[in-house]
């Protein structure tokens, strides 16, 4: 089975539910029973499955990314991505909950998929399995 050789995830919405920029606040500490807070106190959560699913990509070899779209950058960061990384685009899978994103992303050649409501290991699955067959 064909696997991507890199999976670069968006943040906002897709590994976790907020925005970082307006719904938290930074700087951000662990505290002693490991947990992570923002400047307020705020417990950082992710969405249930996302530490499940960057451990079971990580085990399987694959190279994992973050990107975020930010208004000064745009389109930089996929650029970036591909120079930095040393994969080729059609090596690469791409998730993100915005479809202006997943449009951009997508005509430079890597497999992007579509998070509706937060990134779930059936989601990821189900794309592992598409990249697999080759599938756009």
């Known amino acids: ?40 106190g705020e417990k950082i959560k992710l969405y249930p499955d996302t530490v499940d699913i960057l451990t079971s990509l990580h085990a399987q070899g694959i190279q994992i990314g973050v990107a975020s779209r930010t208004g000064e950058v745009d389109g930089a960061n996929q650029l970036l991505l591909q120079e930095n990384s040393g994969f080729k685009f059609s090596e690469m899978m791409f998730f993100d909950d915005e479809h202006r994103n997943i449009t951009d ?7 992007c998929v579509l998070v509706p409501k937060g990134v779930t290991m059936k989601l990821v699955n189900e794309a592992l399995l598409q990249f697999s067959q080759g599938a756009k």
């Open 1 to 40: 089975m064909s696997k991507p050789k890199f999976v670069v995830f968006d943040l906002d919405y897709t590994l976790w539910p907020f925005w970082v920029d307006t719904h938290v606040d930074p700087p951000f500490h662990k505290n002693k029973a490991g947990v992570v807070l923002d400047a307020r």
């Open 105 to 111: 992303v997508s005509q430079l050649g890597v497999h």
